[in-house]
């Protein structure tokens, strides 16, 4: 079996859509820059009506510089504007030196919504097998100060619409997110 690949994905959009009389929003997280473009041609295809662009960037190679790692945002979200017509979401994580300026960045090359912030997986170590173990935990409300934070301080500053996606277990948890400033 194909296990959950991007074949069943794509059924999954088009599935999705047939079913639901809500917009459908694709995420995305590609490698290089065919498959950005590629796939979320396939995604727009299949029926979604936006794309999220889950760009899961760890700089771990030391030479790169801070630059170089906005300008790799910068440059998928550039191609992929560039291939489909649907809106565009970029989901990013916080890790940036100037956030407000990158975020700023990512809405004059074409996003159209941002979404705060990617969680990044951080695995532990079991000390028994004395391995790396993925340690996959759903964020918690206490989570959701910082892309409250950025999300109030880019509301109406930056032409994007504005998404939270850490911390949300309540309605409470909801509206203070939208009294903050997030659609």
């Given at each position: 079996g194909e296990g959950f690949g991007p074949g069943r994905y794509l059924d999954l959009v088009r599935r999705a859509k047939a079913a639901l009389d809500i917009p459908v929003i694709a995420s995305l997280n590609g490698v290089s820059r065919a498959g950005w473009t590629g796939y979320a041609r396939d995604l727009q295809d299949a029926g979604a009506d936006a794309i999220e662009l889950n760009i899961y960037l760890i700089p771990t190679?030391?030479?790169m510089t801070g630059r170089e790692a906005e300008q790799r945002h910068l440059d998928i979200l550039t191609a992929v504007k560039a291939a489909v017509a649907?809106?565009?979401?970029v989901k990013i994580g916080p890790y940036f030196s100037a956030f407000g300026s990158m975020a700023l960045a990512l809405t004059e090359a074409g996003a159209d919504a941002l979404v705060l912030f990617n969680r990044f997986y951080q695995p532990g170590i079991d000390l028994v097998t004395l391995r790396p173990s993925p340690a996959l935990e759903l964020?918690?409300?206490?989570?959701?100060?910082?892309?409250?934070?950025?999300?109030?301080?880019?509301?109406?500053h930056i032409p994007a619409?504005?998404?939270?996606?850490?911390?949300?277990?309540s309605a409470d948890d909801?509206?203070?997110y939208l009294l903050a400033g997030a659609d």
């Open positions: 190679d030391r030479t649907v809106p565009v979401a964020s918690t409300p206490s989570e959701m100060r910082l892309p409250l934070l950025w999300i109030a301080v880019l509301h109406g619409s504005l998404a939270a996606s850490t911390g949300v277990e909801v509206f203070k």
